[in-house]
Structure formats: structure tokens, C-alpha cells
């Protein structure tokens, strides 16, 4: 775990982003917590590589058009537009 960020460090961003915050050490707290979870993220990032299966063309399945009814078997065309029950 990273060391707590100071109230010297919070004042420093605090300037460069040019926003005024009275009570620094409201937010401590809440910028230690994003030090942590960055450093997670990090430690995360190099953890492993993912690697895709390559698969050959030949063996993949043939696409077959399938008509489906079920969720949409409840639909109903009128005047050109799709109609769906009423919702309570």
C-alpha cells in the first residue's frame, strides 16, 4: 500500500488544477482511496496476457437463417408500424 497522500500534496493539486478547496483533509480520505484502486489497476495490468484461440475459417459452422417467434411472436404490425401489448 502507497504511503497517505499529505495535506502538502493535496494543497500542490489543488493549485494546479486551480480550484480552491478550504479544508483539505475533508478530502484525503477520498484521494488516498484512488491511490490504492490505481495501484490495483496497475499491479493488474501486467498480471497476464490474454491470448485469442485462432480458429481456421474451414471450421467454423455454416450460418443457417433460423426464424424466431418467441419474445417477438407477441408483436403486431398495423398501419406500417410495429405494435407491442401495453405494458402495466
Known sequence: ???K?????????????RIE?????????EAQKMIVYMEILDEAAGA???SPRVVP???LREDKAVPFEG??????IRDGYVRSPRLS
Open 48 to 50: 497476464e496476457e490474454y
Open 1 to 3: 500500500m502507497s504511503a
Open 21 to 29: 478547496v478550504d479544508d483539505h483533509e475533508v478530502h484525503m480520505d
Open 71 to 76: 419474445a417477438l411472436g407477441c408483436l403486431r
Open 5 to 17: 497522500v499529505s495535506i502538502e500534496e493535496a494543497e500542490r493539486i489543488a493549485r494546479l488544477m
Open 57 to 59: 475459417h474451414s471450421e
